[in-house]
């Protein structure tokens, strides 16, 4: 059975760091596109970035404005989001997901596997 366990999530002060990791298992996804999304109260889910299994990867520049970085360790089979400069419309629920292609996406239909979240909160 196939599972993706989110980490790492909390309470940071605007500016400041977290680091996401999604370990999965279940499966090696080491030769398919991960990505992350996140679903702030009364919105709807947003892409934040996808890597695919060259490490290209493709970020929601709009929002996330180059402070974000995704990046994976196939040995482990996890993938992170390291978040910088964050604030407060950063606060929500961060997402990990998979899909069974390597190709990178950034529809939330075109992922299969999403593991249950971990809530981020910006205090300003």
């Known amino acids: 059975q196939v599972q993706l366990v989110e980490s790492g999530g909390g309470l940071v002060q605007a500016g400041g760091s977290l680091r996401l990791s999604c370990a999965a298992s279940?499966?090696?996804?080491?030769?398919?596109?991960m990505a992350w999304f996140r679903q702030a109260p009364r919105s709807h889910s947003e892409f934040v970035a996808a890597i695919g299994w060259t490490i290209c990867s493709i970020y929601n520049t709009n929002s996330v404005k180059c402070r974000f970085t995704i990046s994976r360790d196939n040995a482990k089979n996890t993938v992170y989001l390291q978040m910088d400069s964050l604030n407060s419309e950063d606060t929500a629920v961060y997402y990990c997901?998979?899909?069974?292609?390597?190709?990178?996406?950034?529809?939330?239909?075109?992922?299969?596997?999403w593991g249950q979240g971990t809530q981020v909160t910006v205090s300003s």
């Open positions: 279940g499966r090696t996804f080491s030769t398919h596109a």
């Open positions: 997901a998979a899909r069974l292609q390597g190709a990178l996406a950034r529809m939330s239909e075109d992922y299969t596997y």
